[in-house]
């Protein structure tokens, strides 16, 4: 990464993560994801895309300047990752909250993406804009279309709620 990449990342702060579990079978090409977020109605700027020797999905940037938001998207897979879905679905069960269909797919679930959500800081204050500006809409649309790409599961780590 050169100096460039790194001023503008610092314009950018963490403020989420989600996940889309699915099967490993059902994991896309780059080309694939790159055509579900193009068909989206917002508009947005895609970089930095990634594949695996076979062209297969690994990850890339969604920007949406208008929004204030970038999103990092990567591919993880194997059975480290089914053991955390299993864990994830175990835990879940455990609140009541959620569909026990929806937790057994969950559970039988091999690869991820990680959606990360950053929210673009003022230039002049180095910090989140006070006046707004910064839309988390970004994030849900971008994730229910990964959701449908992989008929997968969306799922909000933090408050442990299926989307």
């Known amino acids: 990464m050169d100096e460039a990449d ?11 993560t989600y996940f889309v579990w699915f099967a490993a079978a059902r994991r896309p090409s780059l080309e694939q994801v790159r055509q579900t977020l193009q068909a989206l109605p917002e508009h947005y700027q895609l970089e930095s895309p990634e594949t695996d020797d076979a062209g297969r999905f690994e990850s890339i940037t969604v920007r949406s300047p208008g929004d204030h938001v970038a999103l990092e998207i990567s591919f993880l897979g194997g059975d480290d990752i089914r053991l955390q879905a299993e864990t994830l679905a175990e835990e879940m069960k455990s609140t009541g ?6 937790l057994a797919k969950l559970a039988a ?3 991820r993406f990680d959606v990360m959500q950053f929210e ?6 180095g910090e989140p804009d006070p006046d707004g500006g910064f839309d988390p809409s970004t994030l849900l649309v971008v994730l ?3 959701v449908k790409l992989v008929d997968g599961i969306g799922v909000d780590p933090q408050s442990g709620l299926i989307v």
């Not at 673009?120 to 204050?125: G, I, K, N, V």
């Open 6 to 16: 790194d001023s503008e990342m610092e314009q950018f702060c963490w403020r989420d």
């Open 97 to 102: 909250d959620n569909d026990n269909r929806r």
């Open 109 to 111: 679930c091999d690869a």
């Open 120 to 125: 673009q800081l003022d230039e002049d204050a």
């Open 144 to 146: 229910n279309a990964l």
